[in-house]
Each structure stands twice: as structure tokens, then as C-alpha cells.
């Protein structure tokens, strides 16, 4: 069984980076077709992507966030990290990672983990 965890701070001020980190048991982040998202709830609205790297290491953004989102990954430690510069309170949200494959229709989510951007 897949399991993610994301870990990272919980309180980010503006205009600094937010950090978080995915960590996969179960699976390997460079298993073939699979992909590892990024994906953010603000409250009350729905969900948001930011983006993903693939089982190559390729990456892919939110057209409108990619000016300042990287996503990277550590194959020997298996987990794939987020980092949003400069943050505006309006990114508070529960943010989550995912390990997913179209391909074979199946995959996984964290449990998310709130960060809030406040001063």
C-alpha cells in the first residue's frame, strides 16, 4: 500500500517561500508513468493545481504560478519537494501531494497539510 506524508511548516510570512516535503512509502517516485503533483485547497474553494514532476524527472507547472514554483525530487530518499516564493496570505490553504498514473489508473494522496501565509 502507497502512503504519502507531507511535512513542512505550518506558518509562512509573506513574501517569503513556502517549503513542504512529500514523503512515498510504499512506491517508487521514478516507478514508470507515474506522476508527483502538487495540489492546494484555499478554504472554501476548490482545488488548485501548482505542479507535478514525472517518473523521469520532468517537470510540469500551473501556467499561472510558474514563475514561482520549483519542484524537485531526492530518488534515494523517495520523496519530492514544493517550493512557492513569494506568498500572498490568499495562498493559505491545505496543500497535498499526490503519486499518480494515468496509465494505470491508480494512485495515491497525502492527508494535505495546512499552511497558512501570515504575518
Known amino acids: 500500500q502507497v502512503q504519502l506524508q507531507e511535512s513542512g511548516p505550518g506558518l509562512v510570512k509573506p513574501s517569503q517561500t513556502l517549503s513542504l516535503t512529500c514523503t512515498v512509502s510504499?512506491?517508487?517516485?521514478?516507478?514508470?508513468?507515474?506522476?508527483c503533483s502538487w495540489i492546494r485547497q484555499p478554504p472554501g474553494k476548490g482545488m488548485d493545481w501548482l505542479g507535478a514532476?514525472?517518473?523521469?524527472?520532468?517537470?510540469f507547472y500551473s501556467p499561472s504560478l510558474k514563475s514561482r514554483t520549483s519542484i524537485s525530487r531526492d530518488t534515494f530518499k523517495n520523496h519530492f519537494t514544493l517550493q512557492l516564493s513569494s506568498v500572498t496570505p490568499e495562498e493559505t490553504a491545505v496543500y497535498y501531494c499526490?503519486?499518480?498514473?494515468?496509465?494505470?489508473?491508480?494512485?495515491?494522496w497525502g492527508q494535505g497539510t495546512q499552511v497558512t501565509v501570515s504575518s
Open positions: 514532476i514525472d517518473y523521469s524527472g520532468s517537470t
Open positions: 499526490a503519486w499518480e498514473s494515468n496509465y494505470y489508473s491508480s494512485g495515491s
Open positions: 510504499g512506491g517508487s517516485i521514478t516507478l514508470n508513468y507515474y506522476y
